[in-house]
Each structure stands twice: as C-alpha cells, then as structure tokens.
C-alpha cells in the first residue's frame, strides 16, 4: 500500500528535452508517423465552422442560429452565452430567454424556464408553495 502512495505522489517529468522527444515520436518531417498513416486514422478531416461559414448556424439540427467563439449557441439558453456571446451564468443560474435566473427562487422561471408560479404564491426550492 504504501509503495502504491509513493508511486502515485511522484512529480511527472516537465524537462524541455523530455517534451522534444515526445514531439519527433509523433511526428517527423511535418508528417504523420508511421503508426497513424494508415488509412481508418485520418489527422485532417473538414469541419465546417460558423465564424468562416455563418450561414451554417441556420441549418436543420443547428444548437442555435448565432456564432460564438466558432460554435452556434442558442443565446435564449445556452448558460455559457447568455443573452450574448461569453456572458456567462452562475453555478445556480440558468439562461431563460437569454438572462440568467436562479430557478430555485424565481417566481417567473420556478424550477425551469417558463414555469410561472400562481398569483399570490412564492418559488422556493424551485416548487411553487413549498410551505
């Protein structure tokens, strides 16, 4: 047991020499080596991204129709961008028609988005009337 401990606790090596030698096993020349040229591996393949093609966010199974930082978001509820590009929610909040809301305690968005509490009742611990 504890030979397993020291084993584990030991520093991984950050030596530059270390880190060069890595870098020639995988690649020599600017090529692949050896071992990934093979034909079911493939380094390159295409990958259409919104900021190059912004059209692409307007497809048929799209998150969302506005680029952010290379990726379509929905801006009404991705936590991450919220309302804008890079706003993000707290940890307790999520994006409900683009602005974050704590669901345990708002009265319009009461565990989830659009769940509106009755008049007259509060939201807590994301129920209607909990008490």
Do not use: Q
Not at 10 to 29: C, G, I, M, Q, Y
Not at 86 to 103: A, M, W, Y
């Amino acid at each position: 047991m504890a030979i397993t401990i020291s084993l584990a606790a030991e520093p991984l090596p950050t030596d530059e020499k270390f880190n060069e030698s890595v870098d020639r096993a995988w690649v020599h020349r600017g090529r692949a080596s050896r071992f990934f040229s093979g034909r079911r591996f493939r380094w390159r393949r295409f990958v259409a991204t919104c900021n190059k093609r912004p059209g692409i966010c307007m497809l048929k199974g799209s998150p969302g129709a506005s680029c952010c930082n290379r990726r379509c978001v929905n801006l009404g509820a991705d936590s991450f961008n919220c309302g804008r590009c890079g706003r993000k929610c707290k940890f307790s909040e999520i994006c409900c028609k683009g602005k974050c809301v704590n669901p345990s305690t708002h009265r319009k968005n009461c565990g989830g988005c659009n769940n509106r509490c009755k008049r007259g009742s509060t939201c807590m611990y994301a129920m209607c009337s909990y008490a």
